[in-house]
């Protein structure tokens, strides 16, 4: 089968689902221009993880964990959700998509008007406290400031050593289980939990990412490509019908 041709399955099968659920990982938002983690040039690369996206990092080793993270706040304040996005909301508002899991930590989907979003890792733009959880700016961390009960500031986000949010979880579990067709946009697959998901499904599953996975064999239909262009053109295919 080729792209056009996968794409084209795709359409066909968004448009007769009852209930179709997208899953998101880095891949999504690389096209906006923010890093992702494992690719050669990914943000692992020059930073050590569990040096700093962990617990220990934000007890131990706070000013590297704050220059780290002020960083990529940066970045997502300087970058835009790009033109998939925007066609992920436009189906998701004629009724094609109904639930959005996602990895990411930039709230990309909720900037461009997606709904009924599934945030499994948290997000940057939420900051607490450390110790007492009262909720601070986004300025008050990138500043270097402490809550007034002395504790470090940090985003909310999921670290290593960390659980992912509970009920979040157990919410995009229960929506990819009773989902027609499950949608896997831009993710290696090799973060757990969140590549159990895909294995959860009872429907159809559809891969769109730039590389083959090693899970690829799960897959009812796997598109390589960019996550931008794929969703352009089967929203164009769907909306026209």
């Not at 835009?80 to 009724?95: F, I, K, T, V």
């Not at 997606?114 to 300025?139: D, F, M, P, Q």
Request: proline share 3%.
């Amino acid at each position: 089968m080729t792209d056009q041709q996968a794409i084209e399955q795709l359409a066909s099968w968004l448009n007769h689902s009852s209930f179709t659920v997208v899953l998101s990982g880095a891949g999504m938002s690389t096209e906006s221009g923010i890093p992702d983690f494992r690719s050669h040039n990914g943000l692992w690369k020059n930073f050590d993880p569990a040096y700093v996206s962990s617990v220990e990092a934000v007890d131990n080793h706070y000013d590297l964990f704050n220059e780290f993270y002020s960083l990529r706040l940066q970045d997502v304040e300087t970058c835009s959700p790009h033109e998939g996005y925007e066609a992920l909301a436009r189906l998701q508002q004629n009724g094609l998509i109904h639930a959005i899991a996602t990895q990411n930590v930039d709230g990309f989907h909720r900037r461009a008007g997606e709904k009924n979003i599934y945030e499994l890792h948290g997000s940057l733009h939420n900051i607490y406290c450390h110790t007492c959880s009262k909720v601070h700016s986004a300025e008050d961390f990138k500043k270097g400031s402490t809550c007034s009960c002395g504790g470090k500031l940090r985003p909310s986000i999921v670290l290593f050593g960390e659980l992912l949010p509970e009920e979040v979880w157990h919410q995009a579990m229960s929506a990819i289980r009773q989902a027609d067709l499950v949608l896997i946009i831009g993710t290696s697959l090799q973060v757990y939990p969140v590549n159990q998901l895909p294995s959860m499904a009872k429907g159809k599953t559809v891969l769109i990412n730039r590389e083959p996975t090693s899970m690829d064999h799960l897959f009812d239909l796997s598109i390589y490509s960019s996550a931008k262009d794929t969703l352009l053109e089967v929203e164009q295919l769907c909306l026209k019908r």
